[in-house]
């Protein structure tokens, strides 16, 4: 075991600190005065005050020079979810978060904030408002849920005030904003196929959309509020706009931004989600023989057409957080940062 690392010194490891999430952590830590070291299987740009470390996080040998004289580490790296590699998943958000908390205790970090996801208690059916106090889901969406579930709770229960290692997990939902390679990309990939014209269910449910900046403050607020007296240790958190939104008024106003048509006619949810699962079972069955990518997978369905949003009030309780942007902000942020996704471009 290594000695601590000198408590609030301002050095930070930014795990997955590459993606989307992560860049806009990254540049938001440098903002506020941090040296940080950025462990990522890819390098996607160079800032002044990040020193990039190249590797797998399954590999302890790789991690360890990241994590030397950081007392504070981000761990916001996972494969992403529209993968059905549960092996994967398996290796990276299980084995490897494993891997991260042991690397820790190693190097003397004293926080890990872990990037959770608030659909770690979403099965496929509606949550209003839901509160961190509802069950991990029993039966998981998908294997990304289910991995992210079992990482979580490994983070949540490593934490040890006794031996100065203390933990916290945030739980976003639906994060968007620029560089954004999933939400916009999809939507728009799928307008340009001309799939956008139906409203799956009447198109009243309601879903938190993130602006990633929300995101981020979540996470540094939750950093800088993790000490042995807090009630924050130990415990995950939901970070959302707290603006739950229309899922097909949402999609409308980022389609409708960028220049397409907003999706009019509406189809009965059970429908679709018949058919989407239909067509999963096919895709399953004839996945020896060819590989089929259907647009409308039961999870997308499920996603498109359940009101899924949560409470944000223990955040705002225990960390004193609030949005700083807001969510029409944030959506004319995000489609201004997209020129080359216009409907002509
Ligand atoms: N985006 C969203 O709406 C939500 C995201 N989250 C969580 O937020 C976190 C960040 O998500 P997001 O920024 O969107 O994801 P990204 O895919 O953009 O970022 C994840 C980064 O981790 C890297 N990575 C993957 N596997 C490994 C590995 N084995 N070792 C080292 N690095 C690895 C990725 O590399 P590569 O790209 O090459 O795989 C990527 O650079 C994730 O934990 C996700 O579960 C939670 C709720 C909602
Ligand atoms: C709220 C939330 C969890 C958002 C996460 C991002 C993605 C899961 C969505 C981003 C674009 C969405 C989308 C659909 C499903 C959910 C997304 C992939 C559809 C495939 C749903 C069915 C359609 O009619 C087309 C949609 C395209 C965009």
Same mark, same amino acid.
Request: glycine content about 8%.
């Given at each position: ?37 950025? *462990? ?157 014209? *139906? ?38 958190? =939901? ?7 229309? *899922? ?17 006619? =509406? ?28 647009? *409308? ?49």
């Amino acid at each position: 075991m290594a000695t601590r690392v000198r408590p609030g010194n301002k050095r930070c490891a930014v795990i997955g600190g590459s993606g989307f999430l992560g860049r806009h952590l990254v540049e938001k830590l440098l903002d506020k005065g941090y040296t940080v070291s950025v *462990f990522d299987i890819r390098q996607s740009y160079e800032l002044p005050g990040v020193t990039f470390h190249l590797g797998d996080l399954c590999d302890p040998q790789a991690l360890a020079p990241a994590l030397r004289d950081v007392s504070l580490v981000f761990h916001c790296a996972s494969p992403a979810p529209g993968s059905d590699n549960r092996a994967l998943f398996e290796t990276v958000n299980i084995k490897g978060t494993r891997t991260v908390i042991q690397a820790c205790a190693e190097a003397g970090v004293q926080k890990l904030v872990l990037t959770s996801s608030a659909s770690v208690v979403f099965e496929g059916t509606d949550i209003k408002n839901g509160g961190e106090d509802l069950p991990y889901a029993k039966k998981p969406i998908d294997y990304y849920t289910e991995t992210k579930i079992e990482q979580e709770k490994l983070v949540l229960a490593a934490c040890d005030k006794e031996k100065g290692f203390l933990t916290v997990a945030i739980r976003p939902h639906g994060i968007f904003g620029p560089r954004d390679p999933q939400l916009v990309p999809i939507l728009v990939d799928t307008a340009r196929r001309g799939k956008m014209k *139906f409203i799956i269910g009447d198109g009243t449910n309601l879903v938190d959309f993130t602006f990633v900046e929300n995101v981020v403050h979540g996470h540094i607020l939750a950093a800088e509020r993790l000490r042995a007296d807090s009630p924050i240790c130990g415990k995950p958190y =939901h970070i959302t706009n707290d603006e739950p939104v229309r *899922f097909w008024d949402f999609m409308s106003d980022v389609l409708v931004g960028l220049g397409y048509a907003a999706p009019r006619y =509406h189809l009965p949810y059970t429908l679709v989600y018949g058919l989407a699962l239909l067509l999963w079972l096919l895709a399953l069955i004839l996945r020896p023989l060819v590989s089929i990518k259907p647009t *409308f997978t039961p999870m997308r369905v499920a996603l498109a057409g359940t009101h899924h949003y949560y409470s944000c009030e223990r955040a705002k309780q225990d960390m004193g957080y609030k949005p700083v942007v807001g969510l029409k902000e944030g959506i004319a942020r995000t489609v201004q940062s997209y020129p080359h996704l216009r409907q002509g471009a």
